[in-house]
């Protein structure tokens, strides 16, 4: 009995120390990794975001960028990481949804090894092509690809970005064969599409935008559902080649497993409330980025989203044959 009567004042006296740091938490800077290179969708997402979470935490956020093999050195760093609240995964569709049905080997698990903090809103993609390339329209390219196969050269952000792994869907939807090119981050990628060393890419709407209003590139379609109001003249894949298609980009912010919910609770809260500035949402939304209901930001929300994708991705790879091994 007296042996019992310890045991639990000690958890009673750890579990008081936990909620004290929780409470005092943040106390030093925060990391997020990024797991892809500077300057590309996913690093701008993250800064902008994490500048405005960092000012209601009161402590700055620090991005590592930590690139590799689609994403995935950077989630198994982040996998390991001490469960303290100062490390966390900005998490992308690849690594965290894709990865287990596209590796066969994979050094962590997005549902065993993570908690989910938050999701940010979801951003599509634009296909765009140089300004040279003979396609007018999105039915060009495609007869393009069918007329002239080996000839459609696509570059991406990287292995397992977005701009590859949804670039592989619509081919493999449109039935036509299509070089994929891979580059070491999205700026590169597009750089040579704008340069006419490759014909086309998939780009997020957050760094399109700019090049499509500079005239750099030309837009044939969009991976949203409906049309996007920044660009109205372009069309959505599903009203042309692919009926019913859409496809997005997501993120969330994942913590290691065992991270004090305390902590989670307070980093979610400061995000909702970011998200509640109509300045800052007005701001992603004129970059095409699509806000989701409120409900859909929360931790529970991510973590169910996850494990819906994992399922998703692991169905596509069984139909279409996709491996990154």
Not at 156 to 172: F, T
Not at 244 to 269: C, H, M, N
Request: aromatic share 8%; net charge positive; proline share 7%.
């Amino acid at each position: 009995m007296r042996f019992i009567k310890t045991v639990l004042c000690a958890f009673a006296a750890a579990a008081a120390v936990g909620a004290a740091q929780a409470q005092a938490y943040p106390t030093k800077p925060i990391t997020w990794i990024v797991p892809f290179a500077a300057g590309g969708p996913t690093d701008a997402l993250a800064r902008s975001i994490a500048e405005r979470v960092a000012r209601e935490l009161g402590q700055p956020i620090v991005i590592d960028n930590s690139a590799g093999a689609g994403g995935t050195i950077g989630a198994a760093k982040a996998a390991r990481a001490t469960p303290d609240g100062y490390t966390m995964l900005v998490g992308h569709m690849g690594y965290m949804g894709a990865a287990p049905a596209l590796y066969k080997k994979l050094s962590y698990d997005p549902v065993k090894d993570f908690e989910p903090v938050f999701r940010f809103p979801d951003t599509p993609l634009v296909l765009m092509v140089r300004k040279e390339h003979p396609a007018r329209n999105i039915e060009g390219l495609i007869d393009f690809a069918r007329k002239s196969p080996d000839k459609l050269f696509i570059s991406n952000a990287g292995v397992g970005s977005s701009s590859h792994l949804i670039a592989a869907l619509v081919a493999s939807a449109a039935n036509v064969k299509v070089t994929l090119v891979p580059y070491k981050g999205a700026g590169p990628a597009l750089v040579d599409v704008i340069g006419g060393q490759v014909d086309g890419i998939f780009d997020q709407t957050n760094t399109a935008l700019p090049q499509i209003t500079e005239s750099k590139v030309r837009a044939l379609a969009v991976t949203s559902k409906v049309r996007l109001p920044q660009l109205k003249d372009v069309p959505t894949l599903a009203e042309t080649v692919l009926p019913g298609f859409e496809a997005s980009t997501w993120y969330g912010i994942y913590a290691p497993r065992g991270t004090p919910k305390a902590v989670l609770d307070k980093v979610q809260q400061a995000y909702l409330k970011v998200m509640t500035d109509k300045a800052f949402t007005d701001k992603m939304s004129s970059q095409a980025i699509q806000m989701l209901p409120a409900e859909q930001y929360t931790g529970a929300a991510l973590g169910k989203h996850t494990e819906a994708e994992v399922a998703r991705w692991k169905a596509v790879a069984a139909k279409t044959n996709i491996s990154l091994d």
